[in-house]
């Protein structure tokens, strides 16, 4: 009679992976698409030339604005504020270069934009 044979020992199971929640599906929805700029860091003025609930909308805006040689970027709204994404443009040391830019936009681009801070 021959030995019996030993277990097999069990595979690990590896850990399932992550089911989304819907929280986390509007997270991810609302962020800016791969290769969309975001927010510079560090201290200046923007100017925001529009605030739109489509992010789609607000990616071609910021896509055409730096195809002319605009810093623009896109700010994605934050958990339990208005689904609003901002066009903003720069981070400009001073209000006056800001000020400078908010006009060439509105003259050539035809946007109302406003500094921020």
Known sequence: MSPPAAAAPAAK???APPVPTAAA???AADRPSPGIPTEP?????????????????????VKRLA??????????PQAGQPPMFRVRVGKFPDRAAAERVAT???REEQFKPWITR
């Open 104 to 106: 060439r936009l509105q």
């Open 67 to 76: 195809g002319k040689g605009y810093s623009a970027y896109l700010i994605a």
């Open 41 to 61: 860091r560090g201290n200046g003025y923007s100017i925001q030339v529009t605030a739109l609930a489509g992010r789609d909308e607000a990616e071609v805006i």
């Open 25 to 27: 599906a509007k997270v």
């Open 13 to 15: 199971a590896s850990p």
